[in-house]
């Protein structure tokens, strides 16, 4: 019988030496179920709830007002710009991992969700390609890709910015061509009878660039003449539409302050004059893309910030801020449908940087404060408002 006690002592000893150890196993496992929710709510599933909410934008088509005959296709177009790539020289590893991390999610989300079938991203694509060496060149492309694929029926087209190849006194025919090997080097892209204009630099001091928007403007206007003149020659006409001119330089406006809205520059960046071929194209070089162009719309890139503005004839430009959290608390990037005579234009933002920080700190403040319950160091708010309801009931 001594010897019974005596074991059922030590197996009660036991299970009471187990239970303190239970329930810190509970706590962590508790502890390590929030933490996982959180990193893949703020990681994963924040794009999806947040990008859901963006649809494309309805546009008028012949059909719509009544009239008969085949639906004018619509091209669905994603804009992006400024995407800015950090490399070797000025990216931190944890900034550029942060970063691209964000803009892969963010891209590959807005792929699955709202299926484009082109995107166009309006230059400064790399932030130190004016500078790379080779090596680092191909580095910057290999994570590119990486961060950007996208499935075989879907375009992807980018211009070149002054990130990419330089300023005017920067640049040169080595660090353009190493750019258009990565890119398409066509100026003018025609798909679903639209045509697309693609500017890089713009650069009205370069004969060659000079001529070649010449030849555009030629082929452009041939294509609305009803009579092909002599002088079109033989060459593929291209669809009877004026063209939609992407760039990344802006054109010509002193600042931005007539621009509004919550992703538009600070109030104290707003009123800052912009530089001739530094913060927007001169107005010579302006002129003669309007002139020569005619284009029906404009999406431009560089500020990082929002703006509409209206040029000549009432040619819509839209400013399209940048892609990258690096740039702006809160991205965003231009829906467009687009048809061989309209268009319609919607934005599609993305997570906040505050929304997440704010669910990480809320989210750490409640691992420690659940850790110091479970120490024994603070009552649990549960227990405390349990108490004082009850010390209420009974007065």
């Not at 004026?242 to 009123?271: M, T, V």
């Not at 919607?346 to 404060?369: I, Q």
Request: a positive charge.
């Amino acid at each position: 019988m001594a010897a019974e006690d005596t074991a059922s002592t030590r197996l009660g000893a036991g299970r009471q030496h187990l239970r303190p150890l239970k329930r810190r196993g509970l706590v962590l496992l508790r502890l390590t179920a929030i933490v996982f929710a959180v990193l893949v709510f703020c990681e994963f599933l924040i794009y999806y709830l947040v990008i859901f909410r963006c649809s494309w934008p309805a546009v008028k088509t012949p059909a719509d007002a009544g009239g008969l005959g085949t639906p004018e296709p619509v091209l669905r177009a994603m804009f992006l710009a400024d995407t800015h790539l950090l490399g070797a020289v000025r990216g931190h590893w944890l900034d550029k991992l942060r970063r691209e991390w964000q803009m892969e999610r963010a891209f590959q989300t807005a792929l699955w969700l709202l299926q484009p079938e082109v995107v166009f991203i309006l230059g400064d694509v790399f932030d130190e390609g004016k500078w790379s060496s080779s090596q680092a060149w191909a580095d910057d492309v290999g994570r590119f890709w990486k961060i950007f694929r996208h499935p075989p029926h879907v375009q992807l087209r980018a211009v070149a910015g002054n990130h990419d190849i330089g300023f005017h006194y920067q640049m040169n025919t080595y660090k353009i061509k190493r750019f258009e090997k990565v890119f398409n080097p066509e100026r003018l892209f025609s798909w679903k009878g639209i045509n697309v204009a693609l500017e890089g630099d713009s650069c009205d001091i370069c004969s060659g660039a000079e001529a070649e928007l010449l030849e555009i403007s030629h082929r452009l206007n041939c294509s609305r003449e009803e009579h092909r003149p002599q002088e079109c020659g033989d060459r593929q006409r291209l669809p009877a539409s004026a063209p939609i001119l992407l760039q990344h330089f802006p054109l010509y406006r002193r600042n931005d302050a007539n621009c509004s809205g919550e992703d538009a520059a600070s109030p104290d960046e707003k009123y800052t004059p912009f530089k001739e071929r530094y913060d927007a194209l001169s107005q010579e070089a302006s002129r003669k893309l309007l002139w020569w162009l005619r284009p029906r719309l404009v999406l431009s890139g560089h500020t990082h910030s929002a703006c509409e503005v209206l040029h000549g004839a009432n040619v819509l430009e839209v400013s399209v801020p940048s892609f990258s959290w690096r740039n702006r608390n809160n991205p965003s990037f231009i829906m467009g449908s687009v048809t061989a005579t309209e268009y319609a234009l919607a934005k599609c933002y993305l997570p906040c940087e505050d929304m997440v920080l704010t669910t990480y700190c809320t989210a750490a403040g409640g691992l420690v404060l659940l850790t110091l319950v479970h120490a024994g160091l603070v009552a649990s708010p549960f227990h405390f408002g349990w108490n004082m309801l009850r010390k209420f009931k009974t007065t």
